[in-house]
């Protein structure tokens, strides 16, 4: 009986050792997350304008690589070899935590759906997506020239890591423009950062024109275009910066032909509370001025204070002005003059925006 | 010289004189009856046989009589099939000697075929199960394969098509291909069927159902052409050893069946008849009439934009409410779904003694589908005879010859897709009627199809007893089957023109066999056992089409061809084959005292589906077996009434590519110099290296008898290894040809089978129950793919519209899906991420346009690489398409009352468990809510659609929903944006477990001498239901009615409920 079981205790035993953990027995291979040999970026140079949140979404193709991923830029260099590590040095910028909608009521109200982050300046994301903030500026970066020798390119690798393995994806470049920091910008050279003109080196200046609809030039009586020339008109839009301020306001001013300010209340139809999104508006007979969040449009979903309101679902890139007033016109047909404007602004600061009608007033009394 | 020739006349004088040399003793006359040890009855046809070799002497006549003339003191055996055999020594002088036989349960004793050769299960070591002709009567069936759910542990049998005539799929031990055709749902796994070998002729049952749902023809595999009351047995061997020599084409596994023989001196007529009533499953509910309408205007006016409002009044169907043509309440489903009424009859008669005998079997089987216009009626004769003039010398004999037809409304079978588009139109539309037909409705119902297989087998064998022990056999067998289908739409079903279809095809298979078999025995301690053997087959197959877009009217239904401009011609299809096949097999079997057991076989196999380089492959396998119950040490336990452990390791091989896969193909190519040339076709290059498949096998397994009978246990763990799976790669754009079919892909199968069975009751007892419960687990792993695609290749589908792509990846369950992760749904707007980045809404498809930004009440989906960007870089393998654990039970509960009449109760059901299915039923009932407008073809109003309420879904009906999983349905607006019902998501993957009773049989067997009153020999009478009922936590309709990759699409064939009334009489 002893022996009984003895033997069966053994066989057992030797059954369990036969019967279990047959995944390891056969040497099967274990799943890893799939990492291809062909994933790629679609794009490989990026030319950014400095100054500004730069985002290329979209552009790494994993080629079904499992993801999550992570991803690093290493190898940061220049064309020559040296370092150009100071590229990915963290600097404080913006990021956003909740949506903006465009009905905030203050600019600490927009404040408080975005926050203060340290991120390096060149990032990239775990989608591989590249990310060039505001905060790379021409400090750091040489902006390109209309020639770009190689020993000034910024190169950097990208490594793709998951348990897959390791990959590197190498030779991706930066040749940033310099900032230009507001749109229209016609009027500064994207290579020099000077006035613009019309040809290298020439004197003809580059101007910004806003869009004028329905204006009669006084005492022409005819109508008033933005870039009519001559009799016909010319208006200038300038985009600069106020000194002094909190560095969060934008005002609004028309110049008449002499260079003496307009009162805007002239425009006598706007829609001061629907300009832009701002607040404590200050209308003097000179400009009207409003606290504001930078950049303008803060982010780039549409509200009705951009270019084609809410329904223009594929736009919020730009802001859109318009200024309107109404007067009696020949036969008392009510008539409206329209001066409106698209644009955006990427720096912070204290800006105004100016129509300049410069060599011919627009018409508001009635005839 | 002359010494040899002396010495070799000894030898055989010894050996064919040896009997006579025994010495003479007084003959005795003994008679008796011979009993039934569970009903009592007496017994008809029992074999009375003395003598060693055993001599079969008589059978038992029609009372249970014998009377045999026998040695004094001999010893008679009784032997009957399926009942233990009786070995009883006379005493001298003894002249009655009456018997009562039992029914043998004993799964050791059961004989099993390996390699064509009968040999007890005790002596044999491969793994293989047995399932009785009796288990697969009771509930008529077209295809006897269904009736095998669920029996036997890891043959995985799925019931996915209701459709008359067609099968399921069926798959012995996990997947043995990646291989899958076409998309969406109709994604089709290549069958890997495994090989049926019916009375010994080799039968491949994937033949109609190769080439995916969209074939050609009539589409019934041979399989269902056996009428199941003609079988006795069935017989499944899983491992290497036991299918080692059906090596070319046995690598799936081999199922063998046997006919019934011929058993009974006197002739037999006996009848069964099955009425039956097909019923339709519960199909889904759908709202009608107004409240239809009033649900789309409700979406239009909650969330339709704003020019959707103004559509509305240029929708009549939604604005014109009093006019009488979308003023109904439809049932369209109804227009298609009926219960059908069917019978099914079957005449056998068989005779005959030890020296002839004879079966004839034949039968009649109508089955009418629930889909109107869709049936299978089958025809079939089949007879057999037995004979052996001497001892030495016998020959068998078959012919089979069956005829199906099968009506296919205007689906291919497998698939309804007319009726599936009909059944979603809006119930506001005006049924077919008298007055108003609907052309779709009419191709459904009218269209006319005559097809069918017919089918004709035989089969010869004839056997020589060289010496005792040393057998020849030779067997020929061959097979023609003729497909054929013709179908005709009329012009009223077709755009106003009629169509027509026709088919023909034809298969043949020639094949021969010849053995040589020898079996020594010395001292009673070792036995020896060699079967030598050679095959062939010579197999040909080729079938075309030509069709006629438009004939001339209705009633020119043919001879084809009065236009060429709208004939479409057609021709050869690709699925033409010319296969031979060549194997040689030896197979040797020792064993000490039945004690120890070693198997050894060793098969070359030479096709020509291999490419040329390499036409034979070698194929061994080796097999041991320890009988440990008949140690010492064993014998003396009571309960142990056998015990054995296995072991073994082989391998086999099956030819799969084409002949354009080795050769490539050749086609017409243009003019040159005004002669017609032939050309290489620069798809597919050719590749003479092509291998078959090559599956290797390794099992052990242990089979324990215990407590006398009342429990049998029998657990197998095995490893199962794919290689050389064919597998196409895409070439490089800048070599000539563009695919290129290689041998590149492997997967491995690992798993365990248990199977327990279990007679509590005493034998005596007059309730006789027992209960039997099986399980497999299998894992399958992808462990190759071809070089260059370094661990993961996906399938995408992107034409069919469902986009859900399958995934194969390296260590990993071989064909997993490739889909979006859903996670919930958005309680509100403010729960939606935002890009810190850009501070943009998480969107889908792209970061442009505002309206992607998903919102509260869309459905929450994985961003898993973290850009704030729904698109197919989110993608996930998920899931595994294939079930991991199947099996079944069953309990069956007699009683024998009295008077001897038995009652007797069968209840089988299945289960599968862990899998993943695609539920793209409920994805398609959502849909049907995206488009209220019933918006086709930028046409408004001109497809409406039904609606099926949903508010039985956990949907999100506004902020606080939050543990909602289905998104807000009814925003067809945003979900146009959102596409929260997508097919490609985690949503629709649901648990694919179920259980499911399969069967119930109530059945009562009238006493014999009741049914001797009326001048019958045996009357039994059954009552049964199938599909009875099926428990899942899956919400689509049935977890079983999905494709062989796990997709649940609504346009396959509803499996019925099925009620049975028969009766077996035996005259």
Not at chain 2, 1046 to 1063: A, M, T, W
Request: charged share 20%; glycine share 8%.
């Amino acid at each position: 009986m002893y022996n009984i079981l003895k033997y069966r205790v053994v066989l057992f035993l030797a059954m369990i050792i036969a019967f279990s953990g047959c995944r390891k027995i056969f040497d099967l291979p274990e799943e890893k997350d799939y990492l291809s040999t062909k994933m790629t970026y679609a794009m490989t140079e990026f030319s950014p304008t400095l100054g500004r949140l730069n985002l290329y979404q979209g552009i790494f193709n994993p080629d079904n690589s499992s993801a999550p991923m992570t991803f690093e830029i290493v190898n940061a260099r220049f064309g020559d070899g040296r370092s150009a590590e100071d590229m990915l040095a963290k600097k404080p910028v913006l990021v956003w935590t909740q949506e903006y909608t465009g009905n905030e009521k203050s600019v600490a109200e927009i404040d408080a759906k975005r926050k203060i982050e340290e991120r390096p300046m060149l990032e990239v994301r775990p989608s591989g997506d590249i990310i060039l903030w505001p905060s790379a500026t021409s400090e750091v970066f040489k902006p390109r020239d209309s020639v770009t020798y190689p020993q000034d390119i910024r190169y950097f690798d990208v490594k793709v890591k998951n348990s897959g393995g390791t990959r590197i994806i190498k030779n991706l470049s930066v040749i940033p423009y310099r900032e230009i920091p507001y749109f229209p910008a016609e009027d500064i050279n994207k290579f020099t950062g000077k006035p613009n003109t019309t040809t290298p080196n020439g004197t003809a200046l580059q101007h910004n024109y806003p869009n004028i609809s329905g204006m009669k030039g006084e005492g022409t009586n005819d109508d008033l275009f933005a870039n009519g020339g001559g009799l016909k008109g010319v208006v200038y839009t300038y985009i600069r910066k106020v000194p002094g301020g909190t560095g969060n306001s934008l005002r609004f001013k028309f110049l008449n032909k002499d260079s003496v300010a307009i009162n805007p209340a002239k425009f006598n139809e706007t829609k001061w509370d629907q300009l832009v999104h701002g607040f404590n508006m200050e209308r003097t007979s000179e400009y009207v001025k409003f606290d504001v969040a930078y950049p303008i449009p803060v982010a780039r979903i549409p509200t009705r204070f951009t270019a084609g309101g809410i329904t223009n679902t594929l736009g919020g890139s730009t802001a859109y002005v318009e200024f309107v007033y109404s007067r009696r016109g020949f036969g008392g047909a009510r008539e409206q003059g329209v001066i409106s404007q698209q644009f955006a602004i990427y720096e912070k600061g204290d800006w105004e925006i100016v129509f300049h009608f410069k060599t011919v007033n627009p018409k508001f009394e009635d005839e | 010289m002359r010494k040899q020739v002396i010495l070799l006349s000894i030898f055989f004088s010894c050996i064919f004189l040896c009997k006579d040399l025994v010495a003479q003793t007084k003959k005795v006359t003994v008679s008796g009856t011979v009993k039934d040890g569970g009903s009592n009855d007496t017994m008809v046809g029992v074999s009375v046989a003395t003598g060693k070799p055993l001599k079969v002497l008589t059978q038992t006549d029609s009372k249970g009589h014998y009377s045999v003339s026998v040695d004094d003191g001999a010893t008679l055996v009784f032997t009957y099939v399926s009942y233990g055999t009786k070995t009883i020594k006379l005493n001298a002088g003894q002249t009655t000697l009456n018997v009562t036989l039992k029914e043998d349960n004993k799964t050791m004793e059961e004989v099993v075929i390996r390699g064509y050769q009968k040999r007890t299960r005790e002596v044999t070591t491969g793994s293989s199960f047995i399932v009785s002709g009796k288990e697969v009567q009771d509930v008529p069936v077209s295809n006897v394969e269904q009736l095998l759910q669920g029996k036997v542990a890891g043959l995985n049998i799925q019931l996915n098509t209701g459709a008359p005539g067609l099968r399921g799929t069926i798959n012995i031990r996990g997947l043995s291909t990646i291989s899958t055709t076409g998309s969406g749902n109709e994604t089709f796994l290549q069958p890997t069927s495994p090989l049926y070998v019916i009375d010994g002729v080799p039968m491949d049952a994937d033949k109609a159902s190769e080439y995916g749902f969209q074939q050609q023809g009539p589409g019934v595999s041979p399989i269902s052409l056996i009428p199941q009351e003609d079988i006795a047995s069935i017989e499944v061997l899983k491992d290497a050893t036991a299918t080692a020599l059906y090596g070319s084409r046995g690598a799936y596994g081999v199922i063998l069946i046997q006919t019934v023989r011929g058993n009974s001196a006197v002739p037999r007529i006996r009848y069964t008849g099955n009425f039956y009533m097909n019923a339709i499953p519960k199909l889904r509910s759908i709202l009608g009439g107004n409240a239809e309408r009033e649900l789309k205007l409700y979406q239009i006016n909650t969330y339709g934009r704003f020019r959707d409002q103004y559509m509305v009044s240029n929708t009549p169907f939604l604005a014109d409410s009093l006019n009488p043509y979308y003023n109904n309440s439809t049932d369209w489903q109804g227009v298609f779904y009926q219960n059908t009424y069917n019978q099914t009859h079957n005449v056998q008669l068989d005779g005959g003694d030890t020296k002839f005998s004879y079966k004839t079997n034949l039968s009649y089987f109508s089955d009418k589908g629930i889909i109107k216009n869709t049936g299978f009626d089958r025809y079939s004769l089949n007879m057999n005879m037995d004979y052996k003039p001497t001892e030495r010398i016998s020959f068998f004999g078959s012919i089979r010859g069956n005829v199906g037809k099968i009506k296919k409304a205007n689906g291919v079978g497998l698939l309804q897709t007319g009726v599936a588009a009909d059944g979603q139109k809006s119930s506001l539309l005006p049924g077919p009627s008298f007055f108003q037909a609907t052309s779709s409705v009419l191709s459904a119902l009218q269209t006319n199809t005559d097809a069918g297989p017919k089918n004709l087998n035989t089969y010869i064998e004839g056997r020589y007893e060289l010496i005792p022990g040393l057998n020849l056999t030779s067997a020929a067998s061959y097979d023609y089957n003729v497909d054929t289908e013709d179908t005709f739409t009329p012009a009223a079903a077709n755009d106003q023109f009629a169509k027509i279809y026709s088919f023909y095809g034809y298969t043949s298979q020639l094949y021969n066999r010849n053995n040589v078999s020898y079996t020594r025995s010395l001292n009673e301690k070792h036995n020896f056992f060699l079967n030598l053997f050679s095959e062939m087959y010579i197999k040909k197959g080729q079938s075309s089409i030509t069709r006629l877009e438009r004939s001339p009217n209705d009633q020119f239904q043919g001879p084809l061809g009065y236009d060429g401009y709208y004939s479409r011609g057609g021709g050869i299809l690709t699925s033409f084959y010319d296969q031979n096949q060549i194997s040689f097999a030896a197979a040797f079997t020792y064993d000490f005292e039945k004690k120890y057991i070693f198997d050894l076989t060793y098969r070359i196999d030479g096709t020509s589906n291999n490419g040329n380089k390499e036409p034979y492959s070698k194929n061994p396998s080796v097999g041991l077996k320890w009988n440990f119950n008949k140690e010492n040490w064993l014998k003396d336990l009571k309960w142990l009434n056998y015990g054995d452990i296995r072991v073994t390791a082989g391998r086999n091989i099956f030819p799969v590519g084409n002949l354009i896969d080795i050769y490539g193909k050749y086609i017409p190519r243009g003019f040159y110099n005004n002669n017609p040339r032939v050309g290489i076709d620069y798809e597919y290059v050719p590749n003479p290296l092509l291998r078959p498949k090559k599956v290797t096998q390794f099992n052990l397994g242990f089979d324990l008898g215990l407590f006398n009978g009342k429990l049998d246990v029998i657990f197998d763990t095995y490893y199962k290894k794919v290689d050389n799976e064919l597998f196409v790669s895409q070439l490089s754009n800048t070599l000539a040809f563009s695919k290129y079919t290689s041998n590149d892909a492997a997967l491995a199968n690992y798993g365990y089978e248990l199977s327990f069975t279990s007679r509590p009751l005493a034998k005596d007892s007059k309730f006789n129950w027992t209960i039997s419960v099986n399980g497999a687990w299998n894992n399958d792993v992808l462990t190759k793919l071809p070089e260059e695609y370094n661990g993961q290749f996906i399938e995408f589908d992107f034409n069919s519209g469902y986009s859900q792509h399958l995934a194969k990846r390296i260590g990993r369950n071989s064909l997993a899906n490739y889909l979006y992760v859903n996670q919930g749904v958005y309680d509100s707007t403010n729960d939606v991420p935002i890009d810190p980045v850009t501070g943009l809404r998480y969107r889908n498809n792209d970061s442009g346009d505002f309206l992607n930004s998903f919102q509260g009440g869309d459905a929450r989906f994985y961003d898993a690489n973290g850009d704030y960007v729904l698109d197919s870089r989110d993608l996930q393998v998920v899931g595994n398409t294939q079930p991991v654990l199947t099996g079944g039970m069953s309990n069956t509960l007699s009683y024998t009352m009295p008077s001897g009449s038995t009652l007797s109760l069968n209840i089988y059901a299945t289960y599968t468990a862990k899998r993943s299915i695609l539920n793209n039923a409920l994805a398609d009932r959502l849909r049907l809510l995206n488009n209220p407008f019933g918006i086709k073809d930028g046409v408004y109003g001109k497809n409406p659609l039904t609606v099926v309420p949903v508010n039985d879904l956990n949907m999100w009906t506004g902020p606080g929903s939050t543990n909602a999983r289905f998104a807000n349905a009814y925003d067809y607006a945003h979900n146009a944006f959102a596409n929260n019902y997508r097919y490609e998501q985690t949503l629709w993957m649901e648990t694919g477990s179920y259980f499911k009773i399969n069967q119930i049989t109530l059945s009562y067997s009238f006493a014999k001498k009741m049914a001797r009153r009326i001048g019958l020999n045996n009357i039994r009478t059954f009552l049964s239901a199938s599909n009875i009922v099926t428990f899942s936590p899956y919400t689509g309709p049935n977890p079983e009615g999905v494709t062989a990759i796990g997709r649940d699409g609504s346009n396959g064939y509803p499996v019925p409920r099925v009620y049975n009334l028969g009766f077996n009489v035996e005259f």
